[in-house]
Structure formats: structure tokens, C-alpha cells
């Protein structure tokens, strides 16, 4: 009898643990075909994974990234439909101030580098299960191939 507060104490200790402890959420793999990537256009893909069941108050997603050296690229996010010119499973988008800026990546020193992710629209997208990512490359060079999102979690903490 002795040994239940014990073992109510750790058993309230783990719970409240738990209870304050981030979430996760796994997107899918995805690559976008970066000769769609042109002319200061941004190419969005839909994103795909399941919805979290608690409103979430920031993500930062993070994952590995890979494409050929010399070039730079910006990332936005949006949590809407980003515009209405599709072609296959991307969206062109000309730059508006409807989407947001959540990251860069420079390809300089490798072709595989961690990537690292956040904003409001991210967040948004997270939780209302529509998230769009998009794509704008910087370098001014033409470049062609198949730029390989991978491992992509979205860390995210509750909403107090």
C-alpha cells in the first residue's frame, strides 16, 4: 500500500510530461521538377500527411534536401489554394504577398544538405491540413532536374 502514492507521483509526473511534449507530424517525401522552377515563377506542391488532432502554435519543419551544386532557391508556404495555373500535380504562381517566405537553401558547398523551415503559413497549413510549398529559384542560371524533399517532420508544440 505504501508503494501507490509512489506510483501515482511518477504515473502524474509522466502524464504531465507527455502532456507538454512536442508533436510530430510526417510529410511525404516529394520532388519537384525544378525545369518548372523559371522565370521568377513559384512552384507549388500540395502537400501530403495526416492532420494533426490538436491545433498546434508553431512548426518548424525539418528534413535533407538534395539537388546538384550552384544553385539557390527560397521556399514559401501557403495555406491556401496559391493560384489558379496548374500543370500536373504543380502550381506556377507568379510572387505575390499572399505567400510566405519560410526558408532558403544554397547549394554551393553540396548536393545534400539538412533543411530547416518555419512560418505562420506553415503552421496554419499544419493544422488545417492544407499546405502548399513552394519553390523559387534565385540563381539566375537555367537549371534543370529533380530536386528530392526528404525525411520532412514538422516539430510542432501545443498550443497552451
Known amino acids: 500500500m505504501r508503494s501507490f502514492p509512489l506510483l501515482l507521483l511518477v504515473l502524474s509526473g509522466l502524464l504531465f510530461g507527455c502532456s507538454n511534449a512536442p508533436l510530430s507530424v510526417a510529410l511525404r517525401d516529394f520532388d519537384v521538377d525544378v525545369a518548372a522552377v523559371q522565370s521568377n515563377k513559384i512552384v507549388f506542391v500540395k502537400q501530403s500527411f495526416d492532420r494533426p488532432p490538436v491545433s498546434l502554435s508553431r512548426v518548424e519543419l525539418e528534413g535533407s534536401l538534395t539537388y546538384q551544386t ?3 532557391f527560397s521556399f514559401f508556404a501557403s495555406d491556401t489554394e496559391p493560384c489558379n495555373t496548374r500543370s500536373g500535380a504543380y502550381y506556377l504562381c507568379d510572387p505575390s504577398p499572399n505567400f510566405e517566405q519560410i ?3 544554397d547549394f554551393q558547398s ?7 523551415l518555419s512560418g505562420n503559413q506553415l503552421t496554419n497549413g499544419i493544422n488545417s491540413g492544407n499546405l502548399w510549398i513552394g519553390v523559387r529559384l534565385d540563381s539566375s542560371l537555367f537549371t534543370s532536374g529533380t530536386m528530392q524533399f526528404r525525411n520532412m517532420i514538422a ?3 501545443l498550443v497552451p
Open 103 to 105: 526558408g532558403t537553401a
Open 155 to 157: 516539430r510542432v508544440a
Open 70 to 72: 550552384g544553385f539557390t
Open 110 to 116: 553540396g548536393s545534400t544538405q539538412p533543411l530547416k
